[in-house]
């Protein structure tokens, strides 16, 4: 299934030396891969993944909200944020229009952030007014076609309660483990490159020797001109392990899904609460079976670096550093009453019973009348946000987190780390042509060109 080209040694004899290392393999690191391969000239890359297969953490099909978000109906997005993730999204949008003509890695829904009440109306509204330029598919829609539309988010409602909705048609549900199984396919699929895919096969450790990186793994060491970590939270590991990203701590963030019966033809997010910084619990059928309607995700705070698995709780604490600093920043971040309060529900969502009585109430917001026997929690779904808690302001940095250093990228990629893969591959083999100096060349035009969303203008 992998390329496997050839085993190189750790001297440091040119044949044997990468031109780019890449430590992980999730949809980050495949996109990145992907990129390299056909846009660029580099001809010798490494891909080192600690699993089996590509995505199984937390791009895997189970682990996350499998939601494209654009940032027309994520309410918690500014539109400077909405901006930039829009143009990101599009090119993972326009790649899979391109690769994916059978629709295997995604399905298109029509999806809605539903306003309940005057005060959530209101706010819409005027978003709205801010956002429509942005997102021209965008309609906003009344109570009666709301209920045409998805007819349980009405049934057993208050008949007097003022009911709006953003809507589009443009709604994309991805399966994010195909679409990094499809980054790796195309770029292995390019006979002008030498491509090593490494799997099961864990990155100990990265030295710099000279004008080289020296990278440990538990089977050989590879030696590379330049790297790329797209290691999720352990970036900041191996971050750290270098030197870097001294003024950065984790917040591990998990998240937990409920299942329900085919409640709802499309995504339904809900009006995001101010102040909490995790996207309020949206429902959508899975990728690949509208008869099932997925809630969540929950926000429960846990120390581990990746979900389910306990050997990353030593890993998280190296990777938090017990510093006075760190302990300050998380303390402040928890003192806020509505942060605290919000992650103290959070932790019970998943507690056999109790969970499931006080998450009904989340989906009665958009399902008023789902009962108890309705919801099952989904066991083994779910995976960790590393937000980033900023040792310095001592608050949490939403979004992605970047560190760049000598010849060397550490990605931090909580959500919607899937939905700007493409984009942040590009920013990063912009630096890497940069580190790798000037017969390195990146075909950024042609990127742009069939990626992004084309332009119409009107003679
Ligand atoms: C509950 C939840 C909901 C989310 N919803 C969405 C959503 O709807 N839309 C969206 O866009 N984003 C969403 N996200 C975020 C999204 O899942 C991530 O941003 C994205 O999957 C990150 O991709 P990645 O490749 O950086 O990380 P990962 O997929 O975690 O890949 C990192 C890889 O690095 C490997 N690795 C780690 N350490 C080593 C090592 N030492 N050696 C070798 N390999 C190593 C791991 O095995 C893993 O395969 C969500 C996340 C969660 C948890």
Request: charged residues 20%.
């Amino acid at each position: 299934m992998f390329a496997m080209n050839h085993q190189p040694s750790t001297t440091n004899n040119q044949q044997d030396i990468y031109d780019v290392a890449i430590v992980g393999g999730g949809v980050c690191g495949t996109s990145l891969l992907y990129t390299l391969s056909k846009y660029t000239n580099v001809t010798k890359i490494a891909l080192i993944e600690k699993e089996a297969e590509v995505a199984l953490i937390n791009s895997n099909k189970n682990s996350n909200s499998q939601t494209l978000h654009f940032g027309d109906i994520e309410t918690n997005y500014t539109l400077d944020k909405a901006r930039k993730v829009n143009q990101a999204a599009s090119f993972v949008k326009n790649y899979l229009l391109q690769n994916d003509i059978d629709q295997e890695i995604y399905t298109k829904y029509h999806k809605m952030v539903l306003a309940v009440g005057k005060e959530q109306a209101a706010k819409l509204k005027t978003r709205y007014q801010e956002f429509k330029q942005l997102f021209p598919a965008l309609r906003l829609i009344d109570r009666q076609e709301v209920a045409k539309l998805e007819p349980l988010v009405l049934q057993g409602r208050k008949s007097d309660e003022e009911i709006t909705a953003l809507y589009t048609d443009e709604g994309y549900t991805i399966n994010f483990k195909k679409l990094a199984q499809s980054f790796l396919d195309n770029a292995l699929s390019n006979p002008e490159k030498s491509i090593d895919i490494m799997m099961a096969t864990k990155v100990t450790s990265i030295t710099k020797q000279n004008n080289f990186y020296l990278v440990k793994t538990n089977q050989k060491t590879l030696t590379a001109k330049t790297v790329a970590v797209t290691a999720g939270a352990h970036s900041l590991l191996l971050a750290k392990s270098l030197g870097y990203g001294k003024d950065y701590a984790l917040l591990s963030v998990a998240g937990s899904f409920y299942f329900a019966p085919e409640f709802l033809r499309g995504k339904i997010y809900t009006v995001q609460l101010k102040k909490l910084p995790f996207a309020a619990i949206h429902g959508d059928p899975e990728v690949d079976n509208q008869k099932i309607t997925r809630f969540g995700p929950t926000a429960k705070v846990l120390p581990m670096l990746e979900r389910h698995n306990y050997a990353t709780i030593l890993e998280y604490f190296q990777t938090a550093g017990l510093s006075l600093k760190a302990i300050a920043s998380f303390l402040k971040i928890l003192s806020d009453f509505t942060v605290l309060r919000y992650i103290i529900l959070n932790l019970l969502y998943d507690i056999p019973v109790i969970g499931k009585i006080l998450f009904i109430e989340q989906v009665k917001k958009i399902v008023p009348s789902v009962k108890l026997r309705d919801l099952t929690f989904a066991k083994g779904y779910g995976g960790i946000r590393p937000q980033i808690v900023n040792l310095n302001t001592k608050s949490l940095e939403l979004g992605e987190a970047k560190i760049i250093g000598d010849k060397i990228i550490f990605n931090i990629t909580p959500s919607p780390g899937a939905s700007t893969c493409l984009q942040n591959a590009s920013d990063d083999t912009t630096r890497l042509m940069d580190f790798l100096g000037n017969n390195y060349q990146f075909d950024r035009g042609k990127f742009d060109q069939d990626l992004s969303d084309k332009v119409v203008t009107k003679i």
